[in-house]
């Protein structure tokens, strides 16, 4: 048996009578879907339900999942501690998918800190159902900050363990929508907002769950959605089957979007195997950029693979350009992984005897020294992208009106302290963003006085 049922649901306390007190009555097109969701669910009986909320425990590179016997909840932070929750664990399947991602060696389980207590993006959804169906015990997965492909990953690790273990589950992937769709919402107003709410329902009203890992990530962060890698996955966990999905209801009369759709598996269908078909893509164009890539890069990649895979730092090899080995300069090394940061370290000023000796090391710190990451395992080596910058001599700056965010690195120094930043960064748009950045990973307040210096950059990529 695998996974017999799946829904994109929203969260909104608003939604419960007892909270929204009459509220609740300008969503009564969600709450009608969301009724029909609970009676579809009822009449499947699943012995499990296994809910995504990003509201429960939240890490940037782990997944946690709600450990123990169960675990008890009430909508008493909305004021309404009357409606109250006491649910059973499924602590069967919850051990096979940290089993299964052990052995894979890949970051979900039930380690770090214990939820306390139910959030609201897992009692909505049990509200409704509650009302229909209650024969069943329960499966809390929080999202993270990891890549969506991730998010899929674990949805495929869910339906594995589902299936070894013969369950009978459904699973509700709960998330609102944009939270930025009207100018007298709550959160106001930004343009990707209605584009988000457009895009996501459209993608799932077709199922085309490959689409999803098309949402750029500063454009969710700006729409600013709530229940992407939720529905991520969900994706996941229907891998490789054929799926009749329908949308029930959309609506964002609150400032914020409500989106329900139902999804029905059906029968296996290899054409949406969606994580398979994007990995093939992607070895093929790194594996193409890579061909192409300029002695600096090599070197990088070198450098990186040789440490991950024996913790060994290669020597300057034969044969580099005499730039890299006649001259001396300070360097940084950036790794991405499916298109985010997944380590970044350098030098400003020389610190070896040659360029090449920078990037080496570089290389190998970046790869497994970035505090803010995990070392790289050698199994993400296939899936990095490395960029190597040159930095020029710094020059001392009089004011922020001599910088240019896309031409120029910036360093700003207060005694001891000092915060760099590369020029021509994604996200990064402003002068006064890129100054604010440094200041933070320095340490320096952002009234304190500071001089200020300004670098060229060569980019290798």
Not at 43 to 49: D, G, N, Q
Not at 142 to 155: A, I, M, V
Not at 157 to 172: G, H, K, N, P
Not at 251 to 279: A, H, I, M, N, W
């Amino acid at each position: 048996m695998a996974v017999i049922g799946a829904y994109m649901v929203p969260h909104p306390p608003l939604i419960v009578p007892e909270v929204g007190r009459g509220g609740e009555r300008q969503i009564e097109t969600t709450t009608a879907a969301y009724t029909r969701v609970a009676q579809e669910i009822a009449a499947l009986k699943p012995e499990t339900v296994i809910v995504s909320s990003p509201h429960t425990t939240l890490y940037s590179d782990y997944f946690h999942i709600s450990p123990g016997k169960g675990a008890r909840g009430s909508f008493a932070q909305f004021s309404a501690p009357q409606v109250r929750f006491k649910e059973q664990y499924d602590e069967e399947l919850v051990k096979a998918i940290e089993r299964i991602a052990a052995a894979e060696d890949f970051p979900a389980g039930t380690l770090g800190q214990r939820a306390p207590e139910l959030d609201h993006g897992t009692m909505v959804p049990l509200y409704f159902i509650r009302q229909f169906y209650s024969d069943f015990r329960l499966v809390r997965i929080g999202l993270s900050g990891l890549p969506l492909e991730d998010h899929y990953r674990l949805g495929q690790i869910v339906q594995q363990a589902v299936s070894e273990l013969d369950r009978r589950a459904v699973y509700i992937a709960s998330g609102d929508l944009s939270h930025k769709l009207q100018s007298c919402g709550p959160y106001g107003f930004a343009p990707e907002g209605p584009q988000y709410d457009a895009r996501i329902m459209d993608v799932c009203a077709r199922a085309a769950f490959g689409e999803l890992f098309d949402f750029d990530e500063s454009f969710c962060d700006r729409a600013a959605e709530c229940g992407h890698r939720s529905f991520v996955i969900m994706a996941g966990a229907l891998d490789g089957m054929g799926v009749e999905a329908k949308q029930l209801s959309h609506e964002d009369v609150t400032g914020v979007g409500y989106g329900v759709c139902t999804f029905r598996p059906t029968e296996t269908d290899d054409s949406r195997k969606f994580l398979e078909k994007r990995q093939r893509a992607e070895a093929e164009r790194l594996t193409e950029e890579r061909g192409a890539c300029d002695p600096w890069v090599q070197l990088a990649r070198e450098s990186v693979e040789s440490y991950v895979r024996h913790r060994k730092m290669i020597d300057v090899p034969d044969g580099l350009p005499a730039e890299l080995t006649d001259t001396r300069a300070g360097a940084f090394v950036s790794i991405h992984k499916q298109g985010r940061l997944r380590g970044c370290i350098g030098t400003i000023a020389p610190t070896q005897g040659s360029l090449a000796e920078e990037i080496i090391r570089n290389a190998v710190s970046a790869s497994s020294r970035d505090p803010r990451f995990h070392p790289i395992r050698p199994d993400e080596l296939p899936w990095l992208e490395i960029n190597v910058d040159v930095l020029g001599e710094p020059e001392d700056i009089a004011s922020e009106a001599e910088l240019d965010v896309k031409r120029y690195g910036v360093i700003v120094t207060k005694g001891g302290r000092r915060g760099l930043l590369l020029p021509d960064l994604d996200g990064v748009d402003t002068v006064e963003q890129q100054v604010a950045i440094a200041r933070q990973k320095a340490g320096i307040g952002p009234n304190e006085t500071v001089t200020l210096q300004r670098f060229e950059v060569v980019r290798h990529t």
